[in-house]
T-cell receptor, first 111, second 114 residues
Framework: QQQVKQSPQSLIVQKGGISIINCAYE??????FPWYQQFPGKGPALLIA?????SEKKEGRFTISFNKSAKQFSLHIMDSQPGDSATYFC??????????FGTGTRLLVSP | DVKVTQSSRYLVKRTGEKVFLECVQD?????MFWYRQDPGLGLRLIYF???????EKGDIPEGYSVSREKKERFSLILESASTNQTSMYLC?????????????FGAGTRLSVL
């Protein structure tokens, strides 16, 4: 299965709260899991990424949690800010840089 | 800074027209990609190229073709545009084919086919 299932479709979080976006996959051959952030009118940009041999990766307020046995991974945004309001895509590498993307989560952080 | 430039931000075309979407990257990247982005469907890979004159089909190549005559330029061609090809088209490039290599995206071309 070459799909990555992403939820929720949209999310509203208060400023200072924690935003959590979840993704699940079936293909155990996926070898790299990036998250992309997209602001309106812009192309997606890499936010953070993880390999399947690591359970957690943190960069500033952004953390990926990876559960290999459950075939799930999630993005946590701590102390969410209005500037984090964007659409977030999880993805998985199928090999040779071919990425399969989730359907996206539109995050709104209210002031 | 890596720059991926798509020649048009907005395009309006008629059904049956031949449409060219152009993409240029300035960082000597080996790989280039074309995606389409639709609400609720995320990004779907149309075609990619890992070298000049080389191309590979992605997940949704039907109705599209590509051309890569020079390393920095990757064109997406809609041979006979149809209304179901109305979408946002995104070009990306990456340095090489390692799984950890970053794909850099252009700002997109919003195509409307009437």
């Amino acid at each position: 299965q070459q799909q990555v299932k992403q939820s929720p479709q949209s999310l509203i979080v208060q400023k200072g709260g924690i935003s959590i976006i979840n993704c699940a996959y079936e293909n155990t051959a996926f070898d790299y899991f990036p998250w992309y952030q997209q602001f309106p009118g812009k192309g997606p940009a890499l936010l953070i990424a993880i390999r399947p041999d690591v359970s957690e990766k943190k960069e500033g307020r952004f953390t990926i949690s990876f559960n290999k046995s459950a075939k799930q991974f999630s993005l946590h945004i701590m102390d969410s800010q209005p500037g984090d309001s964007a659409t977030y895509f999880c993805a998985a590498n199928t090999g040779f840089q071919k990425l399969v993307f989730g359907t996206g989560t539109r995050l709104l952080v209210s002031p | 800074d890596v720059k991926v430039t798509q020649s048009s931000r907005y395009l309006v075309k008629r059904t049956g027209e031949k449409v060219f979407l152009e993409c240029v990257q300035d960082m000597d990247h080996e790989n280039m990609f074309w995606y389409r982005q639709d609400p609720g469907l995320g990004l779907r890979l149309i075609y990619f190229s890992y070298d000049v004159k080389m191309k590979e089909k992605g997940d949704i190549p039907e109705g599209y073709s590509v051309s890569r005559e020079k390393k920095e330029r990757f064109s997406l061609i809609l041979e006979s545009a149809s209304t179901n090809q109305t979408s946002m088209y995104l070009c990306a490039s990456s340095l090489s084919s390692g799984p950890g290599d970053i794909q850099y995206f252009g700002a997109g071309t919003r195509l409307s086919v009437l």
